[in-house]
């Protein structure tokens, strides 16, 4: 079970679209957990998502955990497509409760009440090849898998990538 979890092939493209995907949600993590970046830090995200969303605290800090931590991890590759699953489930929850009532656009001019839901079909499906194919080059999980399984299993993980 582990090792198909972490299988994953040396291809670039599954490290470009895990880096990119990484680095955004860290963002919104960063900004969820400590305030960074004009966000709001970990007592009032807690207090919007408790009281306002009406999520219970433990999936409230669960989600910005996932965000945050689980950014981290999908940037340096480990558990790529736990990781990546989670954030799918996590952009599901921010597309019925924030998103889908703003229409699809996203708000770039500031005029709308809220961001529309464009970003997250981008984010579903890069997240979606993630979880599907894996980490990719240069990742924990290809590590991991390479130099705990077999001669066998090393050959198909080892596969080049179609150019």
Do not use: C
């Amino acid at each position: 079970m582990q090792q198909r979890l972490l299988a994953t092939t040396n291809n670039y493209n599954w490290l470009i679209l895990r880096v990119s995907l990484g680095v955004v949600m860290l963002g919104h993590g960063l900004q969820k957990a400590f305030g960074w970046f004009g966000g709001y830090g970990w007592n009032n995200t807690m207090g919007y998502f408790t009281g306002t969303v009406g999520l219970p605290a433990w999936l409230s800090a669960l989600v910005i955990l996932i965000e945050s931590l689980g950014a981290l991890l999908l940037l340096i590759g480990f558990a790529g497509r736990i990781n990546a699953a989670l954030m799918a489930i996590v952009m599901a929850g921010a597309f019925f409760v924030d998103h889908l009532p703003n229409g699809f656009f996203m708000n770039w001019f500031g005029s709308n009440k809220g961001e529309g839901y464009e970003f997250d079909i981008l984010f579903w499906a890069i997240a979606i090849v993630i979880t599907i194919n894996g980490s990719g080059k240069f990742s924990v999980d290809r590590w991991l898998t390479t130099r705990t399984g077999t001669a066998t299993q090393r050959k198909t993980i080892n596969r080049p990538a179609v150019q």
